[in-house]
Structures are given as C-alpha cells and as structure tokens.
C-alpha cells in the first residue's frame, strides 16, 4: 500500500522556518520523483519544488521561482523520506502543503505538472502570520 504523510507544518511568524517531512511507504522510493506542491484558499495548486531520483536523475532539484533561495529540497533514501527546508517565510507562503511520487513517467522538464504525479499525501497546513 502507497502512503505518503506530510509532517512538520504548523504557525510560524515572517522571517521564520519550518522544515516539512514526506514519509513516504509501498513504493521503489530510489526510482521516484517526489515533489512539493501548494495550494492557499481559493487559489489553484502551485508546484514548489522537486527533487528527482536517486537512480535516473541524481538528485537533482527543482524549484519556482517563488522560493528559491528560501527553500531547500532534499531526500533521505534510507528513510524513505524528502523534506523542504523553508528559510524566511513569507505570508504568502501560507497554505497546505502536499507531497507527490511518480515514477516511470516522471520527466525532468515537467516536473511543475501536478497531473504527472500519481501518488499523493494528504497535505500539512503552513500559515505564516504574526
């Protein structure tokens, strides 16, 4: 069974950090592809970043333009688990936060799509506010 459990979110004031955990289960964990995807109130879906796989992408890691230098994506193979690293947090920053997992089809250039994810978390809720 596939799961993957978002944790570490919660109220931080601007300026502030949090760091986010994908725990992820059921699935080649080196093969895929997991990314970082926001959605605040009444807004679309936004991806955040990604980080691909160990196997076929090494590692590397994408991010919006929104938040880079401010985010930080990274993957512990051995735990089965990508976290997010947010530095200087911003209210726009505020909403929740999902994580996702695809494989075979997952493409570098596409990494942005939330439709090229098959497996999703239930999301972690981020407000940023003081």
């Known amino acids: 069974q596939v799961q993957l459990v978002e944790s570490g979110g919660g109220l931080v004031q601007p300026g502030g950090s949090l760091r986010l955990s994908c725990a992820t289960s059921g699935f080649p964990f080196d093969y895929y592809g997991i990314a970082w995807f926001r959605q605040a109130p009444g807004k679309e879906r936004e991806a955040v970043s990604c980080v691909g796989s160990s196997v076929t992408n090494g590692e590397r890691t994408y991010y919006t333009g929104s938040v880079k230098g401010r985010f930080t994506v990274s993957r512990d193979n051995a735990k089965n688990t990508v976290y997010l690293q947010m530095n200087n947090l911003k209210p726009e920053d505020t909403a929740v936060y999902f994580c996702?997992?695809?494989?075979?089809?997952?493409?570098?250039?596409?990494?942005?799509?939330?439709?090229?994810?098959?497996?999703w978390g239930q999301g972690t809720q981020v407000t940023v506010s003081s």
């Open positions: 996702a997992a695809e494989g075979l089809a997952w493409v570098e250039s596409d990494w942005y799509y939330g439709e090229l994810y098959e497996y």
